[in-house]
Antibody, heavy 118, light 111 residues
């Protein structure tokens, strides 16, 4: 069955960097678009970024554009999110999702928590 | 990338029906038939309930249905059950290279 396991979250100071990873199994990563979606504590969902099947097309929410970079290694069945110049407002649970249709996150990981605080 | 508008709360008694609205603009909800709905129980990751306005993924009960009129999409839960109590989020394709926008979420309470 489909499994998505995020890792790499943690506590980081404002201005710092983190790299999130998502290990995918149960399907062929290169067949699917993938997305990162985040949820600040007690808040709603926010789309962060998407990656086309070969990462030839990507896009980002305005709130992270220029600071975050999505990438993937299909041979390693892994999706990544490089987060630079982190701000307090980036504090959230970050979910890796498999896009099963246009703008549809059909499968979700359990999330990894990123806390940006001094 | 403005958020879609959902009511913060909704409620109904077991067996009743409840409808949750999701209002956007012609640039998202009204412009495409790519509205989806997610259910999230406390402490859990979201689960896809409806996609492309009214399609149900395998395993989702047919008590859940979706529709759209103009810039407003709706999720209806019929025959409410205790396990339906959760947060529900709508989402829409917003064009411009696969941008996506979410609603603020609706907390559904089963009385």
């Amino acid at each position: 069955q489909v499994r998505l396991v995020e890792s790499g979250g943690g506590l980081v100071k404002p201005g710092g960097s983190l790299r999130l990873s998502c290990a995918a199994s149960g399907f062929t990563l290169s067949d699917y678009y993938m997305s990162w979606i985040r949820q600040a504590p007690g808040k709603g969902l926010e789309w962060v970024s998407y990656s086309s099947s070969t990462n030839s097309h990507t896009n980002y929410a305005d709130s992270v554009k220029g600071r975050f970079t999505i990438s993937r290694d299909n041979a390693k069945n892994s999706l990544y999110l490089q987060m630079n110049s982190l701000r307090a407002e980036d504090t959230a649970m970050y979910f890796c999702t498999r896009d099963t249709a246009i703008a549809v996150s059909g499968d979700w990981g359990q999330g990894t928590l990123v806390t940006v605080s001094s | 990338q403005s958020a879609l508008t959902q009511p913060p709360s909704a409620s109904g008694s077991p067996g009743q029906s409840v409808t949750i609205s999701c209002t956007g603009t012609s640039s998202d909800v009204g412009g495409y038939n790519y509205v989806s709905w997610y259910q999230q129980h406390p402490g859990k990751g979201p689960k896809l309930m409806i996609y492309e306005v009214s399609k149900r993924p395998s395993g989702v009960p047919d008590r859940f249905s979706g529709s759209k009129s103009g810039n407003t999409a709706s999720l209806t839960v019929s025959g409410l059950q205790a396990e339906d109590e959760a947060d529900y989020y709508c989402s829409s394709y917003a064009g411009n290279n696969n941008e996506r926008v979410f609603g603020g979420g609706t907390k559904l309470t089963v009385l």
